[in-house]
């Protein structure tokens, strides 16, 4: 079945540093893929998405690439700040599918 | 535009017990789906509804059911708790059609559901 895999957290960084949080997809056919991000207390929000090979989605600085030969959408973040610490999810949802597929989720901890 | 809304943010049953979650779509959105978060976990997929129908359906029991009405608010019913349903329960609405390719789900604050 389909399924999404992310690095396993939590992941630790100094204020400013360059961020990668890998994600690799299982999937039929081309699946839409997603960041969202939880902040403490909070829900679930839309970082960014693409939907078909090499797209590039952005915001708020962070970027990610969908690779079909890869099968991957890694997020990537060129300068962090302490305000970037919560939990990020990758997913996928496939267009013969009806659900999103989830990974399990990378803690991020940005220290000042 | 209001975004999604869920209610009540916090509910404690004890196991045996029926539950209640509601849920307001985001205004113009037709599709609700419903996911339930164990701690440190991702979301898992509980059902999903358009224009008033199930519109498909993820690994959990049938006590777990729901609703979805004309104003496109719904409800999760979860019947004879289990302590293993403590969890964040999420809503998400959506402008799907049909079941073509599933558009960008946009989440409520979610209900933390705490069985005893």
């Known amino acids: 079945g389909d399924s999404v895999t992310q690095m396993e957290g939590p992941v630790t960084l100094s204020e400013e540093a360059f961020l990668t949080i890998n994600c690799t997809y299982t999937a039929t056919g081309y699946p839409s893929l997603f960041w969202y991000v939880q902040y403490p207390g909070e829900g679930l929000q839309l970082l960014l998405k693409?939907?078909?090979a090499d797209d590039k989605g952005s915001n708020k600085g962070f970027e990610a690439t969908y690779r079909k030969e890869t099968t991957s959408f890694h997020l990537e973040k060129g300068s962090v700040q302490v305000s970037d610490s919560a939990v990020y999810f990758c997913?996928?949802?496939?267009?013969?599918?009806?659900?999103?597929?989830w990974g399990a989720g990378t803690k991020l901890i940005i220290k000042p | 535009e209001t975004g999604v809304t869920q209610s009540p943010t916090h509910l404690i049953k004890t196991r045996g017990q029926q539950v209640t979650l509601r849920c307001s779509s985001q205004?113009?959105?037709?599709?609700v789906s419903w996911y339930q978060q164990a701690l440190g976990q991702g979301p898992q997929f509980i059902f999903q509804?358009?224009?008033?129908?199930?519109?498909g359906r993820g690994n959990f029991p049938p006590r777990f059911s729901g609703l979805q009405f004309p104003n496109y608010s719904s409800e999760l019913n979860v019947n004879a708790l289990e302590l293993d349903d403590s969890a964040l329960y999420l809503c998400?609405?959506?402008?799907?059609f049909g079941r073509g390719p599933t558009e960008t789900q946009y989440f409520g604050p979610g209900t933390r559901l705490l069985v005893l």
């Open positions: 997913a996928a949802a496939s267009d013969s599918n009806y659900q999103l597929i």
């Open positions: 509804y358009y224009r008033e129908e199930e519109n």
């Open positions: 693409a939907t078909k």
């Open positions: 205004s113009g959105h037709n599709t």
């Open positions: 998400a609405s959506s402008l799907a």
